[in-house]
C-alpha cells in the first residue's frame, strides 16, 4: 500500500519521436509520426486521502444505511474516542463482540471494518465490509470504502464495481465518481471514464485531478481539440508541472503544428520548467526544421542536465553540429560514443562518423567507414548514397556511378540517387539518360529547381543535335 499516493496525479508520459532533415533523417523519423495517443498513466494515482474517507464515515447516515443494536451502539460510543488515537485497543473492544453467539449489525461490521484499516489490518477491513455489503446492500459507504480499499491495493477492476454501486445507490461526491473514472480508464473503459470524470468535475470544476484524468481519456481517444483546450486550463492551475507542457507540445505535433510546439517548449525552457525529455524533443524539432544552431544549443543544455544522455540523442547531436558547421565538437561528441556492434546505434555512429569525415573532405576515410558500414548492412540507401558522393568527390565516377545505381534501387532514397545520376551523366555528356533520371526524380518529387535544370538540359540535346 503506497502512502505517498494521497492527493497525487497520474504523471504524463508521451514518447518522444525524432524527425530529420537529410543529415540526420534516420534518427528523426519518429517525429512524422508523433502520437500523444502513447500517454499512459503513470505509477502513481490520484486520491483524496483514503483515511479521510474512511474515518470520516464513522458517523452513520440516517434512514440511509443499517442500524447498530443498543448494545453495539452503547459499546461504540465508549471506544468512538480511541479509534484515531488507539486503534488497536478499540479493535480489541470491538472484537470481542465477535464472540457473542449473534452476528454484529451490518453497521457494526462496517465500523469494525474501519477500524481494521485504521490498524493496518486490510485483509480483515476487506472481509468486515464485505459482509456488511451482503447482509445489507444498500449500503452506499460500504461500497465507497471497499472501493477505497481495492483501490488502494491497484486492484481496479475489483474497485471499480464497488465504486459504480456506491453511485447507483446515490453517492454523487465528486471524489467517488473520479475514483470511479480512474478505475474506468485503467481498466480500458474511456467513453464511461470520460462520463465519470466530467460528473466529478461537475461537482468539483477546479478539481486537477479529475481534469488531468479526462485529458489523459481525450489523448487515449484522439480527441485533440477538447485535450488541447483542458490542457491549457491545467497549465493555469498547475504552471509548474513540466509534464503538461510536454502533452501540450505533443497535442500540438499530432495536429501538425510544429513551430508553436517550438513556441510552446521555448517558453517552458525560458522559465526554467522544462526537463530533459522536454529539452530533448525541443531539440530534435529544431533540427528537424533545420535550425541547427539553436538545435545544438538546446541538446548542450540537455548535455549539461544528464550527462549520461543516451546514445541516439548523442548522435542527434553531433549530427546537428556537422551540419552547423562546428566540427570540432562533433568529434569530441562522438569521442564520448562507444556503441555495441551488434546494436542499431552502431550502424548511425558509423554513418555520422563519415558525415564528419565528408565534412572535413577526408574522402578516403569517409569511404572505408561506409564500406565498413555496408558490409554490416548492404541496402542502406543512404550509406550509398554517401559512398557515391565521397567517390565522386574523388573523380572516381565509375564507382561512384556503381554506388548511386545501387542507391536508386532503394525507394527511400530513390530521388536523391536520381538526381546523383542526373549530374553524372550531364558529365559524361549522355544528356537523354540524365533528362530520364531528372524526369523520375520529378515524378517523385516536384521541385522548380529541377524543372529548371531539366530544361537546361534539354536545351543542351538541342544544340547537340
Not at 474512511?54 to 447516515?61: K, P, R, V
Not at 479493535?91 to 449473534?102: Q, V
Amino acid at each position: 500500500m503506497r502512502s505517498s499516493r494521497h492527493c497525487l496525479l497520474i504523471g504524463l508520459v508521451l514518447a518522444g519521436l525524432r524527425p530529420a532533415a537529410e543529415a540526420a533523417s534516420d534518427i528523426f523519423d519518429r517525429l512524422r509520426e508523433r502520437d500523444p495517443g502513447t500517454w499512459k498513466p503513470a505509477a502513481e494515482s490520484p486520491l483524496p486521502d483514503p483515511k479521510r474517507i474512511i474515518n470520516t464515515s464513522n458517523a452513520f447516515l440516517k434512514e440511509k444505511e443499517p442500524e447498530m443494536t443498543a448494545e453495539e451502539y452503547a459499546l461504540y460510543e465508549r471506544i468512538s474516542t480511541m479509534m484515531g488515537s488507539q486503534p488497536e485497543f478499540a479493535l480489541k473492544l470491538l472484537e470481542a463482540m465477535m464472540n457473542e453467539k449473534e452476528p454484529p449489525s451490518p453497521a457494526f461490521e462496517f465500523i469494525l471494518g474501519n477500524v481494521y484499516y485504521s490498524a493496518g489490518q486490510t485483509d480483515q477491513a476487506e472481509a468486515s465490509y464485505l459482509r456488511a455489503v451482503k447482509r445489507f446492500p444498500s449500503f452506499i459507504r460500504g461500497w465507497t470504502n471497499l472501493g477505497v480499499l481495492y483501490y488502494m491495493a491497484d486492484k481496479y477492476a475489483e474497485a471499480m464495481p464497488c465504486f459504480a454501486k456506491a453511485v447507483a445507490l446515490g453517492d454523487h461526491d465528486p471524489n467517488t465518481l473520479g475514483l470511479l473514472g480512474y478505475c474506468l480508464e485503467r481498466t480500458g473503459n474511456l467513453v464511461t471514464a470520460e462520463m465519470a470524470y466530467m460528473q466529478a468535475l461537475a461537482g468539483s470544476p477546479d478539481n486537477a485531478d479529475w481534469m488531468e484524468g479526462l485529458l489523459r481519456v481525450y489523448v487515449q481517444g484522439k480527441q485533440y481539440g477538447r485535450a488541447e483546450s483542458l490542457v491549457r486550463s491545467l497549465i493555469k492551475l498547475r504552471p509548474t508541472k513540466r509534464e503538461l507542457w510536454l502533452a501540450q507540445a505533443n497535442i500540438l505535433l499530432a495536429g501538425g503544428r510544429k513551430l508553436e510546439a517550438i513556441v510552446m517548449l521555448e517558453a517552458a525552457t525560458g522559465a526554467g520548467i522544462a526537463g530533459s525529455e522536454e529539452l530533448g524533443l525541443l531539440g530534435d524539432l529544431y533540427a528537424e526544421q533545420g535550425f541547427n544552431a539553436e538545435a545544438a544549443g538546446i541538446y548542450q543544455r540537455l548535455l549539461a542536465v544528464t550527462p549520461a544522455l543516451g546514445e541516439e540523442k548523442l548522435l542527434s547531436f553531433a549530427r546537428v553540429l556537422i551540419a552547423a558547421g562546428r566540427l570540432a565538437p562533433a568529434e569530441d561528441v562522438l569521442g564520448r560514443l562507444h556503441p555495441d556492434p551488434a546494436s542499431p546505434a552502431h550502424l548511425h555512429f558509423l554513418q555520422t562518423t563519415a558525415d564528419l569525415h565528408a565534412a572535413r573532405r577526408q574522402w578516403p576515410l569517409a569511404r572505408r567507414t561506409l564500406q565498413e558500414l555496408l558490409q554490416i548492412a548492404p541496402l542502406d540507401g543512404r550509406a550509398l548514397l554517401a559512398l557515391g558522393r565521397a567517390f565522386a568527390a574523388e573523380d572516381d565516377l565509375p564507382h561512384a556511378a556503381f554506388a548511386f545505381e545501387s542507391a536508386w534501387r532503394i525507394p527511400a532514397v530513390q530521388y536523391g540517387a536520381s538526381l546523383e545520376l542526373a549530374n553524372l551523366e550531364l558529365k559524361n555528356r549522355h544528356y537523354e539518360k540524365s533528362v530520364e533520371y531528372l524526369q523520375k526524380a520529378l515524378s517523385i518529387e516536384n521541385s522548380d529547381a529541377v524543372q529548371d535544370f531539366l530544361a537546361r538540359v534539354k536545351t543542351l540535346i538541342g544544340r547537340n543535335e
